[in-house]
T-cell receptor, first 113, second 114 residues
Framework: GNSVTQMEGPVTLSEEAFLTINCTYT??????LFWYVQYPGEGLQLLLK?????DKGSNKGFEATYRKETTSFHLEKGSVQVSDSAVYFC????????????FGTGTKLQVIP | NAGVTQTPKFQVLKTGQSMTLQCAQD?????MSWYRQDPGMGLRLIHY???????DQGEVPNGYNVSRSTTEDFPLRLLSAAPSQTSVYFC?????????????FGSGTRLTVV
């Protein structure tokens, strides 16, 4: 079956540091890939997505590139802010039919001033 | 635009009690789902619906029922609460398919079963 593996957290960075959160996946076919963000006490919000190989999703300074050869979708940001502190979830969806979404376990990011 | 509204936000149940978690969306989304979030396990799909009158099981459906009588509403029923159902529950909706459009999530219901 499909699965998503994320790096363990928490990740603690100083403000303006470079962020990478690793995500790799196992899936049959050509899934769509997503990053969701969850701020404290809130539901998840879609951050960015990519639907085919070599696509780059981007939003709010975050980027991730769909790498089929390495089955990866790593999240990056050049300069993090305290307001980026949250839990980040990598996810994939099947192609066709209902397109069930499989989530990773989440990576907590703490940005300190 | 309210998005996805979940009620209640917090609930404490005794073992064996039943209750219904409410979920409503005002975006005319076809797809609706219920997930539970547990530490170290990410989100796991309980039940989902691809339209009014159509529901199906996810990966952890036991102990839960759903119905979808309207496009807007997708309630989740706990039949006889157990401590293992202590969790945070999220309702999510999507316009056509969550793989193409992504999900809009509610703010969650934190349930404790004692």
């Amino acid at each position: 079956g499909n699965s998503v593996t994320q790096m363990e957290g928490p990740v603690t960075l100083s403000e303006e540091a470079f962020l990478t959160i690793n995500c790799t996946y196992t899936a049959t076919g050509y899934p769509s890939l997503f990053w969701y963000v969850q701020y404290p006490g809130e539901g998840l919000q879609l951050l960015l997505k990519a639907t085919k190989a070599d696509d780059k999703g981007s939003n709010k300074g975050f980027e991730a590139t769909y790498r089929k050869e390495t089955t990866s979708f790593h999240l990056e940001k050049g300069s993090v802010q305290v307001s980026d502190s949250a839990v980040y979830f990598c996810a994939l969806s099947d192609q066709g039919g209902y397109q069930k979404v499989t989530f990773g376990t989440g990576t907590k990011l703490q940005v300190i001033p | 635009n309210a998005g996805v509204t979940q009620t209640p936000k917090f609930q404490v149940l005794k073992t064996g009690q039943s209750m219904t978690l409410q979920c409503a969306q005002d975006m005319n989304h076809e797809y609706m789902s219920w997930y539970r979030q547990d530490p170290g396990m990410g989100l796991r799909l309980i039940h989902y619906s691809v339209g009014a009158g159509i529901t199906d099981q996810g990966e952890v459906p036991n102990g839960y029922n759903v119905s979808r009588s309207t496009t807007e509403d997708f309630p989740l029923r706990l039949l006889s609460a157990a401590p293992s159902q202590t969790s945070v529950y999220f309702c999510a909706s999507s316009f056509r398919d969550p793989g193409g459009y992504g999900y809009t999530f509610g703010s969650g219901t934190r349930l404790t079963v004692v």
